[in-house]
């Protein structure tokens, strides 16, 4: 739920079964998997500090990976929660709705920003916030390394009053924008969402083979990262770096995702579908390998 101030959109995506998400694959397409992490890996709660990735959900990415497929985080988090937060997995992460881009491989860490940001505006921004929530108990200001947000899990019906604070804070800051979410205002810089993003990323991990994306998701924030994969975004600067994938929307809200599946529960059941495929798919490898040797 947000404010009500969402973007308008109206495409119905069709519902899929979780337990046969491996009907939508081909043993003839390699794949790679964006996720987003609250309200997709984990469930949502009213302090986002309290919000953890079941142990066997790690479990089964960790196995999915083991047999060749891509996986790569993208979500609102700072950089240091989601890797707190995923760990002990290591996969390259693209945090702060893209602000925060880290690639792991093995022990090298190679953290870049896509765009620049003015700390020193940052800090006032941050300030004047924090100032007009003094009078609101039940208000959450999450401080990041390139961004405000300003949470109101707790009082829903502040949600109006937090979009007041937020929209005349960042009205004297004409470099910096508002995103909205499931109870929360955000103060970011221009020209970064989840469909930038997940294209930064596709670079570094794709193959000499084409992959197929997969991005799944559960909030506004996720729709630029929905149209990016699907390849019908209009707002992204460069079209020619988009692809054909898979956008994929946790719950029933309007969505430019072509696909749906209810909640984080049917996600895990997908994803456990995805490794049965997998484990399918290279058994099936190893077969012809046989038979041909």
């Known amino acids: 739920m947000t404010s009500g101030r969402s973007p308008n959109i109206s495409r119905q995506p069709i519902y899929i079964s979780p337990k046969n998400f491996a009907d939508y694959l081909s043993y003839q397409q390699g794949y790679c998997l964006f996720l987003d992490i609250d309200g997709t890996l984990a469930d949502f709660t009213l302090n986002p500090k309290d919000s953890v990735i079941p142990a066997s959900t790690l479990t089964l990415l960790q196995k999915i990976q083991t047999h060749g497929v891509k996986i790569a985080a993208v979500t609102g988090r700072s950089l240091a929660e989601a890797r707190q937060m995923l760990s002990p997995l290591t996969l390259p992460i ?47 200001v999450e401080n990041k390394p390139y961004s405000v947000a300003l949470h109101f899990r707790q009082a829903p019906d502040l949600g109006d009053m937090a979009y007041t604070i937020m929209t005349e804070t960042s009205k004297s800051h004409p470099n910096w924008t508002l995103k909205s979410g499931k109870y929360v205002w955000e103060v970011v810089p221009k020209g970064v969402n989840k469909g930038t993003a997940i294209l930064t990323l596709l670079k570094k991990i794709q193959s000499a083979k084409p992959l197929c994306s997969i991005f799944i998701g559960d909030d506004i924030t996720d729709e630029a990262g929905f149209m990016a994969v699907q390849g019908d975004s209009k707002s992204l600067a460069d079209d020619s770096q988009l ?39 290279n058994a099936l490898v190893k077969k012809i390998v046989r038979h041909v040797v």
Do not use: W
């Not at 945090?95 to 860490?109: K, N, P, R």
């Not at 003015?118 to 009078?135: F, G, N, V, W």
């Not at 994938?245 to 059941?269: D, F, L, Q």
């Open 94 to 140: 693209a945090a702060t709705h893209g602000l925060e881009i880290a690639f792991d491989d093995d022990s090298i860490s190679n953290d870049e920003n896509i765009v620049s940001i003015d700390t020193i505006e940052l800090a006032t921004i941050r300030q004047a916030i924090i100032q007009s929530c003094i009078p609101f108990d039940d208000f959450i």
């Open 243 to 281: 692809i054909k994938g898979m956008g994929i929307k946790v719950g029933c809200e309007p969505t430019s995702a072509n696909y749906y599946v209810r909640n984080t529960h049917e996600v895990t059941v997908l994803l456990d579908s995805l490794l049965s495929f997998c484990q399918q798919h």
